[in-house]
């Protein structure tokens, strides 16, 4: 293969990637644009992409619709607060999976992974049937609780500790360290490229979380943000600047938590191609 057809084919592939980035951020920079858009300029055609006069205001407006600012708060609560025992609780059983040996491990975690194929719709009925019975409905422990237990973060984290050498446990056991101390020790410090990876995807689950939200609490003191910002979305018209202000407040909280967990998240997906 000569030179040239090399230099080709990276140039085809570069005109490519550069197309789907385009448009895959498109949607992104549009509603970001739309934030500072009066109501007029939003919808005006041909499209103005660029706004003739940044309008704030519309992040003011929000509060006309729901209270953005503790439901925002309680997006936090619940987002962090699950995420962080879905990590403690994920790490944990994928260690037993993958490095305590006991009879019927194997059969255990296939049924363990069968829950994967159920559609968390079709288990929302029984587990509100369970929390109400609890009286947890309306309750902040509702909405956390659900999301501590998923079968793909063990899944993953289980994958990834196979692949840690059971000589650093075997040393650390010479030592005189317990199961607990090696998990903290030595599992848990090479796994964090993974942990990062697991935590974006929890943490933006979480927060994008609609539907349980929705079936769990009827109090408004308890509202979540995306549960608000379906408000804004009203029967007969839409105030769509406002609509999208309230997306680009929703989407903030996200691209912290990836800035981050990105050098490990990075990291964790250059592993998994070299593996």
Same mark, same amino acid.
């Given at each position: 293969?000569?030179?040239?057809?090399?230099?080709?084919?990276?140039?085809?592939?570069?005109?490519?990637?550069?197309?789907?980035?385009?448009?895959?951020?498109?949607?992104?920079?549009?509603?970001?644009?739309?934030?500072?858009?009066?109501?007029?300029?939003?919808?005006?055609?041909?499209?103005?992409?660029?706004?003739?006069?940044?309008?704030?205001?519309?992040?003011?407006?929000?509060?006309?619709?729901?209270?953005?600012?503790?439901?925002?708060?309680?997006?936090?609560?619940?987002?962090?607060?699950?995420?962080?025992?879905?990590?403690?609780?994920?790490?944990?059983?994928?260690?037993?999976?993958?490095?305590?040996?006991?009879?019927?491990?194997?059969?255990?975690?296939?049924?363990?992974?069968?829950?994967?194929?159920?559609?968390?719709?079709?288990?929302?009925?029984?587990? @509100?049937?369970? +929390?109400? /019975?609890?009286? &947890?409905?309306?309750?902040?422990?509702? *909405?956390?609780?659900?999301? =501590? $237990? %998923?079968?793909?973060?063990?899944?993953?984290?289980?994958?990834?500790?196979?692949?840690?050498?059971?000589?650093?446990?075997?040393?650390?056991?010479?030592?005189?360290?317990?199961? @607990?101390?090696? +998990?903290? /020790?030595?599992? &848990?410090?090479?796994?964090?490229?993974? *942990?990062?990876?697991?935590? =974006? $995807? %929890?943490?933006?689950?979480?927060?994008?979380?609609?539907?349980?939200?929705?079936?769990?609490?009827?109090?408004?003191?308890?509202?979540?943000?995306?549960?608000?910002?379906?408000?804004?979305?009203?029967?007969?018209?839409?105030?769509?600047?406002?609509?999208?202000?309230?997306?680009?407040?929703?989407? =903030?909280?996200?691209?912290i938590v990836y800035l981050f967990a990105?050098?490990?998240?990075?990291?964790?997906?250059?592993?998994?191609?070299?593996?």
């Amino acid at each position: 293969m000569t030179n040239n057809t090399i230099r080709l084919k990276n140039l085809a592939t570069h005109i490519l990637l550069i197309i789907a980035s385009t448009i895959l951020v498109f949607p992104f920079l549009w509603m970001v644009s739309g934030a500072f858009k009066d109501s007029l300029e939003v919808v005006k055609m041909p499209p103005v992409w660029i706004p003739t006069h940044f309008n704030f205001d519309n992040f003011i407006e929000i509060e006309k619709y729901f209270p953005i600012f503790h439901s925002l708060w309680n997006s936090v609560v619940v987002s962090v607060v699950s995420t962080g025992l879905q990590l403690v609780v994920c790490a944990m059983a994928a260690f037993v999976f993958a490095k305590i040996p006991f009879k019927g491990r194997e059969a255990l975690f296939f049924l363990f992974l069968i829950t994967l194929m159920v559609p968390m719709q079709v288990t929302m009925t029984p587990l @509100f049937i369970i +929390f109400q /019975k609890l009286h &947890l409905v309306n309750t902040m422990a509702g *909405l956390i609780l659900p999301g =501590i $237990f %998923s079968a793909y973060g063990t899944f993953l984290l289980r994958q990834h500790m196979i692949g840690i050498p059971n000589s650093l446990m075997e040393a650390a056991f010479i030592d005189g360290a317990s199961y @607990f101390q090696v +998990f903290r /020790k030595v599992i &848990l410090p090479l796994s964090k490229p993974v *942990l990062a990876t697991l935590l =974006i $995807f %929890s943490f933006m689950g979480s927060w994008n979380n609609f539907l349980w939200p929705l079936i769990i609490t009827s109090d408004t003191n308890l509202m979540t943000l995306p549960l608000g910002l379906s408000k804004l979305q009203g029967r007969w018209a839409t105030e769509w600047n406002v609509l999208m202000a309230g997306n680009v407040v929703s989407f =903030i909280p996200i691209f912290i938590v990836y800035l981050f967990a990105q050098k490990h998240f990075i990291k964790g997906i250059t592993m998994s191609g070299i593996k």
